[in-house]
């Protein structure tokens, strides 16, 4: 599903359901951060760091703990960059070499619209964004729960480069129809290669009942500026 939606030097894995098998054995390291927890939520943390070890795989990267840092984001391996997300029906992970990908984010929703409405609506979305979800079409996506899919994926994407929080209201996001989503920042973005980004792109994906959004930053920006990657999926499919 994730490679629909990222570009090739981007590895990813996923599954439907948590993991009962010997790959989802959590870490020692990684242990203390659920011991506490409830057996369901133990299960989703294990299975979506199998999912990211098994994407490291794929990159040629040996299997290691992935333990939270101070602000709760994962610490990947000296020279990878990734990202993990989980919901209800969805684990994922996707990893690349920082040579190829400055950042990642990605995130994924079930297909329903946001619990509690237009209140939770009220806090996530500036006018501009309510404003521009009301004349996208009736199809089937729930745009309130896409857009808040693209604004986790924005957060993603940008506190690794950053290290610093950023709100609901401080970036601007506009979905199209088409699979892509622009993230217009409102507050001073990072410097990567020489220029202060002012945005980010990103694609999502309706299937199965899932939400899918994706940012991928380039190391290096390319002429076209704000350009982001293609999606390789049918449009909402």
């Known amino acids: 599903m994730l490679e629909h939606i990222l570009p090739p030097t981007v590895q990813t894995a996923h599954s439907l359901s ?5 790959e989802a054995v959590l870490f020692p390291e990684e242990w203390p951060t659920v011991a506490t927890a409830v057996a369901s939520r133990q299960a989703e943390y294990a299975t979506v760091r ?6 490291l795989t794929k990159l040629g990267q040996p299997p290691v703990a992935l333990v939270p840092g101070e602000d709760r984001e994962p610490r990947w391996p000296a020279g990878i960059v ?6 209800t029906g969805f684990r994922g992970a996707a990893v690349a070499h920082d040579r190829d990908i400055a950042a990642l984010g990605i995130d994924a929703e079930p297909n329903a619209p946001l619990p509690d409405g237009d209140s939770l609506l009220n ?7 309510a404003d521009l979800l009301a004349i996208l079409p009736a199809c089937g996506t729930a745009w309130d729960r896409l857009l808040f899919s693209a604004k986790e994926c924005v957060y993603k994407a940008w506190f690794p480069l950053t290290r610093r929080w950023l709100g609901f209201e401080e970036a601007i996001v506009r ?8 993230a217009q920042l409102l507050v001073e973005g990072p410097t990567l290669d020489g220029e202060v980004l002012e945005s980010f792109s990103g694609t999502w994906l309706h299937m199965d009942g899932l939400l899918l959004t994706a940012i991928a930053v380039p190391l290096r ?11 390789r999926a049918e449009p909402g499919s």
């Open 221 to 231: 920006r390319t002429s076209e500026r704000g350009a982001g990657y293609e999606s």
């Open 50 to 55: 199998a999912c990211a070890r098994d994407a």
């Open 82 to 87: 990734g990202s993990m997300t989980h919901c």
């Open 18 to 22: 948590d993991r009962a098998d010997a």
């Open 123 to 129: 806090v996530l979305a500036r006018r501009e964004e």
């Open 175 to 182: 979905i199209s129809p088409a699979g892509t989503f622009e």
